[in-house]
């Protein structure tokens, strides 16, 4: 897979960009669509979370804190869950090119994922560049931050991966998807903090692949806490373990997905 990922990079990496850009065709600001959107995101929370509707975790922390401490949340989310729908939908959107060229199918899958990617780097540095305006005093475990959301994303390239062939065979994977993310964002620390979930939530995080990284990223920017060895182990094992299933998932029914597609 690395060997083939190392032959064909030129074409993953350059259409990944190709993809980012049409994201936002036509659109006046184009690829600063990607910077705005999560901006105005963190915008909003503070906004909201100052002026219209101050809680007593954004009275303890600060509103602009907490905001952040929410946005450290709810935008590495986000950049999961478009990699993880983009990645499910990957073949059938290139169904055009499956049709004419013999390319590993798993190439299109990586190459959505990596745009997602690099929102998701876009999104934690917004994050960290807000928590330095609002007074955060920055720490070295900042720097785990970056390597940790690319995890979370890696997690998401690999669902989809996984995902991608059912896609092909059953269109309504893409929207049973979109409602279990929906489920699952509330059953995480994405909005709702653990303090604030019933007891039964909260043990529940400890089997919570989003929780592992949810954490670690708030724990690294806001308490100056580093991931345990056991939720670093975790937090690497997850995607490749998925990556590997998925991939001998797409190995196993390519012809069928050639024939359909």
Partial sequence: MINQLNLWRSFVFGNALIEMRQRYAGTGMG???HVIQPLGLILVFTFVFSEIMPTRGAAGRGAANFAIMLSAGLL?????????SR???????NAHYLRKIALPEWLFVVRSGIGSAVVMLISVA???????MAGVVPSVTWLVVPVV?????SLGIAIGLLLSPI??????????????LQFAMW??????????????LRILQDFNPAAWYLR???GALFDGVLPSFWIWILMVAAPIVVLFLGQRFVRRVRSDVRDVI
């Fill in 87 to 93: 990645c499910t939908m990957a073949l059938v959107d």
């Fill in 149 to 153: 959301a690319i995890l979370f994303s």
């Fill in 167 to 180: 896609h092909v065979f059953v269109r309504d994977t893409g929207q049973v998807l979109g409602l279990v």
């Fill in 31 to 33: 690829v600063l669509w």
């Fill in 76 to 84: 590495p989310w986000l950049a999961f869950t478009d990699a993880t």
């Fill in 216 to 218: 670690s990223i708030r």
């Fill in 126 to 132: 917004l994050v960290l560049a807000a928590a330095l």
């Fill in 187 to 200: 059953l995480s620390p994405v909005i709702v903090l653990e303090a604030s979930m019933p007891k039964r």
